[in-house]
Nanobody
Framework: QVYLVESGGGSVQAGGSLGLSCVAS????????MGWFRQAPGKEREEVAS???????TYADSVKGRFTISKDNAKKTLYLQMTSLKPEDTAMYYC?????????????????WGQGTQVTVSS
């Protein structure tokens, strides 16, 4: 079990920037893949960005070029830097972790979630 605590959400005007952080209670860089998800009211949760144990990253098309995911293994912290924010980025943002399966060489399903931090972008 990995306990995740997000911070850094808030309110910002369109075009502004925000940075989110997620501290993990137990984290070994080689054992876990990490990600950020978001869920807006009335919408399904969507994966925003992910980073694997080799620092490979993926992004949703809607945030490519605007968001950057990164991690500091020594600090057990995951980050999401968000720029050029749009009102449609408004959502609850969640940090998530999933184990790396050494047998298959792939990341398993996300099974550890933080409590979320709200991001609100006004027009």
């Amino acid at each position: 079990q990995v306990y995740l605590v997000e911070s850094g959400g808030g309110s910002v005007q369109a075009g502004g920037s925000l940075g989110l952080s997620c501290v993990a209670s137990v984290y070994t860089s080689s054992d876990y893949c990490m990600g950020w998800f978001r869920q807006a009211p009335g919408k399904e949760r969507e994966e925003v960005a992910s980073i694997d144990n080799s620092d490979g990253t993926t992004y949703a098309d809607s945030v490519k070029g605007r968001f950057t995911i990164s991690k500091d293994n020594a600090k057990k912290t995951l980050y999401l830097q968000m720029t050029s924010l749009k009102p449609e980025d408004t959502a609850m943002y969640y940090c998530a972790a999933r184990p790396f399966d050494y047998g298959s060489g792939t990341c398993e399903e996300f099974d550890n979630w933080g409590q979320g931090t709200q991001v609100t972008v006004s027009s």
